[in-house]
Nanobody
Framework: QLQVAESGGGLVQPGGSLKLSCAASGDIFSHCAVGWYRQAPGKQRELVAA???????KYADSVKGRFTISRDNAKSMVYLQMNNLEPEDTSVYYCHAGLSFYSDWDFEFEYWGQGTQVTVSS
């Protein structure tokens, strides 16, 4: 089993930066792909950024060049550095961990955090 919890959200002005953290507890973290999702009211949840167990990264087109995902397996932590934030980035951000015995990106087991609010406003 794996537990994940997000932190680091808050209120920031457009053009500002935030760093989100996802803390994981469990022995399987290093084997998991980890992603950051966001879901704004009235919208579907979307993948923002993800990093595989081997360190391969992918990003939504809307955040490329602005957001960076990273992981520290020794600390069982995943981070999302968010730069040049825009009002459109306002959302609840969720940490997700996925485990598969067969695939890098299709999972047999999935774990979700409870979310952290990011608000970008002047």
């Amino acid at each position: 089993q794996l537990q994940v919890a997000e932190s680091g959200g808050g209120l920031v002005q457009p053009g500002g930066s935030l760093k989100l953290s996802c803390a994981a507890s469990g022995d399987i973290f290093s084997h998991c792909a980890v992603g950051w999702y966001r879901q704004a009211p009235g919208k579907q949840r979307e993948l923002v950024a993800a990093i595989s167990s081997s360190g391969t990264m992918k990003y939504a087109d809307s955040v490329k060049g602005r957001f960076t995902i990273s992981r520290d397996n020794a600390k069982s932590m995943v981070y999302l550095q968010m730069n040049n934030l825009e009002p459109e980035d306002t959302s609840v951000y969720y940490c997700h961990a996925g485990l598969s015995f067969y695939s890098d990106w299709d999972f047999e087991f999935e774990y979700w955090g409870q979310g952290t609010q990011v608000t970008v406003s002047s």
